[in-house]
């Protein structure tokens, strides 16, 4: 622990190979260190504050108890989605042919900060196929470069490999907003009553979010890289008392004859087959689009791709194992994210009144159709520092939030990708959702925030500026309801 201290409290003012971005991140990690909590305090900390607010209303307090237990269960079908995108994404990074990609792609890198900004580059394309899936991949190349670079600051190339989750991740195909919306099955009946289906081709598919995605890219990657402290400050791996060994997928020998059908690759590729059959079928009934917008389709491909790249069971299993420990956090909070969403839209107060309709007469009244996206890009990205989500908490944000976007009549399907590109900013913040990676490189959330901080303080103008502009380019049409 010396030499962390050490090297955290050097006076970097003082050293004429730091850049201003270089050393404000290392100002930022210290603070970070030392003062940031547990994540589940933000979870608890927001059932409060939404249980006073509806308390506030005239809401009897019996019935804002009742509305806690009875929508603690309500997200179970998308807990479990969203626990199974952290699995799925974990056992195809680990699998033995993506083990070996990762050692290819960590021979390209020559120097520290060029590594960050590849691993920064890396972390955000693969989070628009599954922010689990890049999660892993980005921790296990963080690894491997390491490994490799000796100079390599290991709490720059971390907050590097978790920018897939802070910046674009939700603008591409695991947006659970999204897919939420797309999906009739998955969709609460209250805000099924708002909104109606939202397809794909309005959300993640409209050329401003894609556009918006790209700025984001380039942005994130060039402040990765001017913001790594040169070799004299780097802090690498041996510092914080790791021993990067090589990535090894072996299996342990087999032991017993029961054990025969574990190591084939028999059943996995009898699997395998009925799989490919049943996702051909999906895919040509309902086409491209509709099929891969159902969490369910695309958590069972990612399963069935991890599957066949282990090839055998045995192996399989192990990866799952591995992955589980990552999917607590999900467990335990989403409930709590139901019950937030519950009082907030039936906890009702003097006038039968919701604290989800005062909420939503205040963004109707503070803003126009023009000023809207800001306010809602402000506001999710406030509330995502309580409420820790990987888009779970449009659950408890879309009621109000599309109630107010049809009175102002602004394109609904924007106003899904506002939330989804403001709501990953709090994602660089809060350590919630890095919990998967942290466990992989073996630190701390502390250690990593400070560089995220940095990030989010140069994405907030950027962002308030595009959504504002594109919602400008869109014409609201009215939901179709069911």
Do not use: C
């Amino acid at each position: 622990m010396a030499e962390r201290t050490a090297s955290t409290d050097r006076v970097v003012s003082d050293v004429p190979d730091e850049g201003a971005l270089a050393k404000v991140a290392l100002a930022l990690a210290d603070w970070s260190e030392r003062w940031f909590p547990d994540a589940l305090i933000f979870a608890m900390a927001a059932v409060v504050v939404v249980a006073v607010g509806a308390l506030a209303l005239g809401a009897p307090p019996r019935v804002v108890t009742i509305q806690f237990g009875k929508g603690f269960w309500d997200l179970i079908p998308f807990t479990m989605q969203m626990a199974l995108i952290i699995v799925g994404g974990y056992v195809v990074a680990s699998s033995p042919p993506v083990a070996r990609l990762i050692e290819w792609l960590a021979t390209l890198p020559r120097t520290g900060r060029g590594a960050v900004a590849y691993i920064a580059l890396l972390s955000m394309l693969t989070s628009m196929i599954s922010w689990g899936f890049s999660l892993v991949f980005s921790g296990l190349l963080v690894r491997e470069i390491a490994r490799r670079l000796p100079r390599l600051d290991y709490r720059a190339a971390g907050a590097a490999a978790y920018l897939g989750l802070g910046s674009i991740w939700a603008l591409g195909l695991s947006s659970s907003a999204a897919q939420l919306q797309a999906n009739r099955a998955s969709l609460p009946p209250a805000l099924l009553k708002i909104t109606g289906v939202i397809p794909f081709t309005e959300t993640i598919f409209l050329w401003q979010g894609l556009a918006t995605a790209l700025i984001l890219l380039v942005v994130s990657v060039a402040v990765a890289y001017l913001s790594a402290p040169s070799d004299t400050l780097a802090r690498p791996a041996s510092t914080f008392g790791l021993r990067l060994e090589p990535m090894r997928s072996d299996l342990e020998p087999r032991t017993r004859p029961g054990e025969w059908l574990e190591y084939s690759p028999l059943l996995t590729i009898l699997i395998a087959i009925l799989a490919i059959g049943w996702v051909g079928s999906t895919f040509s009934t309902l086409g491209p689009m509709t099929a891969i917008a159902n969490l369910n389709t695309y958590n069972f491909i990612f399963l069935t791709l991890g599957l066949l790249l282990h090839w055998r069971p045995r192996r399989f299993l192990h990866a799952v194992g591995a992955a589980v420990p990552a999917t607590a956090g999900v467990l335990v909070q989403f409930p709590f994210y139901a019950s937030i969403a519950a009082i907030l839209t039936g906890a009702k107060g003097t006038g039968d009144v919701t604290l989800s309709d005062w909420l939503a007469r205040v963004f109707v009244s503070l803003s126009n159709e023009h000023t809207f996206p800001l306010l809602v890009s402000a506001y999710s990205a406030i509330l995502g520092l309580f409420v820790p989500s990987g888009g779970g908490k449009w659950v408890i944000e879309g009621p109000y939030v599309m109630q107010a976007a049809n009175t102002l009549q602004v394109h609904l399907g924007w106003v899904v990708q506002i939330y989804n590109t403001a709501e990953a900013l709090p994602n660089l913040v809060n350590p919630f959702w890095m919990l998967p990676l942290l466990g992989i490189l073996g630190v701390k959330a502390r250690e990593l925030v400070g560089y995220t901080i940095l990030q989010v303080i140069v994405h907030t103008p950027i962002i308030l500026f595009l959504m504002w502009l594109f919602a400008r380019t869109l014409t609201y049409h009215p939901p179709v309801l069911p």
